[in-house]
């Protein structure tokens, strides 16, 4: 049995300058899109830029080493970490899974 899944679309909307406007025409236009099209394109790709610069971490190699080393040697858990643990698994209902 097909689902028929509707597709909604929402509008963005920006005031700009003529100027601005003829620049950004001129540039959909070398390159062979409508203004929407390359509007939507430009924003999506400084989109990504940006998610990716905020969610990945970037370390140099030594950086890389410092780290790794530093998880490889952790503390022991100490008895009163593990009691307060306890406690928040008690207060906020966690269950293992």
Do not use: C, W
């Not at 509707?6 to 700009?16: D, F, G, H, I, Q």
């Not at 409508?34 to 989109?47: G, R, Y």
């Amino acid at each position: 049995m097909a689902t028929n899944i509707e597709r909604k679309e929402t509008r963005l909307v920006a005031r700009t300058s003529n100027e601005i406007q003829e620049f950004i025409q001129r540039a959909a236009d070398y390159s062979g899109a409508t203004v929407s099209q390359f509007l939507i394109d430009s924003a999506m790709e400084k989109s990504r830029k940006v998610i990716e610069r905020t969610e990945t971490l970037n370390l140099s190699m030594a950086g890389a080493d410092a780290l790794l080393s530093a998880l490889e040697s952790a503390p022991q858990t100490s008895s009163k970490l593990l009691k307060a643990a306890s406690r928040y698994k008690g207060t906020v209902n966690v269950t293992n899974h």
